[in-house]
């Protein structure tokens, strides 16, 4: 069982920053984790995602939305997985999902990650 913790999340104006943390301590060597998000009556939609371990290690996938204003990254030894989100707007609000997927070929796509945290609420304001 893959426990994850997001925190992080909050209400900002447009154009503020915020950084959201998920602790994991998912080890084995090569895998994929990201961040998702969703808002009532949509979809959850990939935001970022990143290869972790011996096998990819590295290499990131944003949505094209997101791309410029957002970067995932992860502090290998804290086991935590960052997004620092910059010029954000008010479509941005939603609830963000932390996930991990056993395998390090990444992707956006929300069938491939099978573990999942709560969720953290973020909140933009014009």
């Known amino acids: 069982q893959v426990q994850l913790q997001e925190s992080g999340g909050g209400s900002v104006q447009a154009g503020g920053s915020l950084r959201l943390s998920c602790v994991s301590p998912y080890t084995i060597d090569s895998y994929c984790m990201g961040w998702f998000r969703q808002t009532p009556g949509r979809e959850r939609e990939g935001v970022a995602t990143?290869?972790?371990?011996?096998?990819?290690?590295?290499?990131?996938y944003y949505a094209d939305s997101v791309k410029g204003r957002f970067t995932i990254s992860r502090d290998n030894a804290k086991n935590t997985l960052y997004l620092q989100m910059n010029s954000l707007k008010p479509e941005d609000t939603a609830m963000y999902y932390c996930a991990v997927r056993r395998s390090p070929w990444c992707s956006l796509r929300i069938s491939d990650f099978g573990y999942w945290g709560q969720g953290t609420q973020v909140t933009v304001s014009s």
């Open positions: 990143m290869a972790v371990g011996l096998v990819g290690g590295g290499s990131t």
